[in-house]
């Protein structure tokens, strides 16, 4: 399985060099990006009612650059979201971290599909932490979830995509051994002494699972100055409960007020029956079990945006 995430890798690094050899690729690329930074403030001073002063800040960053020749389409896009609060005197804390990185390279089949390849990369930029403690919950590549995929994809137009993969490589990566010890994100934890502790440096760092995958994009104009976009994504691994699929479904609302001011609503909905979420059942602050658990974000958020 290392052998196969290395050649996709492989592949997607030196794809553009070989794009570059052509004088004229300058004139099938399509490139551009948006850029969306919002504050919000609540400001209190003697404030009869109550309440406490808080600060909340959030960036969002997409990039694109996309390549279509002849029988030939190659598709990469960078999104980064990073965002955090603080409350009266407290520490700033983060409550959205993301970065993802994909690559899609398709050729010509038949009507409307394309023999493809896809390499999808999630991870976050810096640690978050358990309230109140300095203990590390995720960090930067701690996980990193990697994707190699090989299908067809249906484009019917620019706005819609399906890409359908019987041969997809699903592969989580811990760098912290100390999560990969705790048997984090699906890793396979380290092993227990005598007094059933972890032993250190026991967990295992990499798990890799073989399946088949499904992914749906659409963009469409919902009416004027307003853009929907929405991904599906789902996963069945072959050797690991077939039955349990992952599922990864993003949706994203923007709302343009005028040239630099928008209007942003962002859902996430995520599944991944490897992944144990500790449940605290009484909210006194201890965690009496853990399993998985059905993942939800909500973000909204006005403010300036820039587009290119």
Do not use: C
Not at 51 to 80: C, E, I
Not at 228 to 248: A, F, G, H, K
Not at 260 to 282: G, K, P, Q
């Amino acid at each position: 399985m290392k052998k196969i995430l290395f050649s996709f890798l492989t592949f997607f690094t030196f794809l553009p060099t070989v794009f570059a050899q052509d004088s004229d690729s300058t004139n099938y690329w399509n490139w551009g990006g948006a850029g969306t930074i919002n504050v919000g403030q609540v400001a209190l001073s003697n404030w009869a009612a109550g309440g406490q002063s808080s600060v909340n800040v959030l960036g969002l960053a997409s990039l694109f650059a996309n390549y279509k020749r002849g029988t030939s389409a190659w598709d990469n896009t960078l999104n980064v979201n990073y965002g955090g609060n603080k409350t009266g005197k407290e520490k700033f804390r983060k409550n959205d971290d993301k970065l993802e990185l994909n690559a899609k390279y398709g050729r010509h089949a038949f009507g409307k599909w394309y023999y493809a390849g896809q390499f999808n990369l999630k991870t976050q930029l810096s640690p978050t932490f358990f309230k109140d403690t300095d203990s590390v919950i995720s960090d930067f590549m701690s996980p990193a979830f990697i994707m190699t995929s090989l299908g067809l994809d249906y484009r019917p137009n620019e706005d819609f995509s399906l890409f359908l993969s019987p041969a997809t490589g699903k592969f989580t990566f811990v760098k912290s051994q100390r999560l990969a010890d705790a048997g984090a994100f699906g890793v396979e934890p380290g092993q227990l002494n005598k007094e059933g502790f972890r032993v250190p440096n026991t967990g295992e760092r990499f798990r890799e699972e073989i399946g088949a995958y499904l992914a749906m994009r659409l963009r469409r104009d919902v009416m004027e100055n307003i853009k929907l976009q929405t991904r599906l994504e789902l996963y069945s691994s072959y050797n690991n409960n077939p039955n349990n699929i992952d599922v990864n479904w993003e949706n994203r609302l923007d709302m343009k007020v005028n040239k630099f001011i928008s209007v942003s609503l962002i859902t996430e909905l995520v599944y991944d029956d490897d992944i144990m979420i500790a449940v605290d059942r009484d909210e006194d602050g201890i965690y009496e079990s853990s399993g998985p658990r059905t993942q939800f974000k909500e973000t909204l958020g006005v403010g300036l945006s820039y587009k290119f």
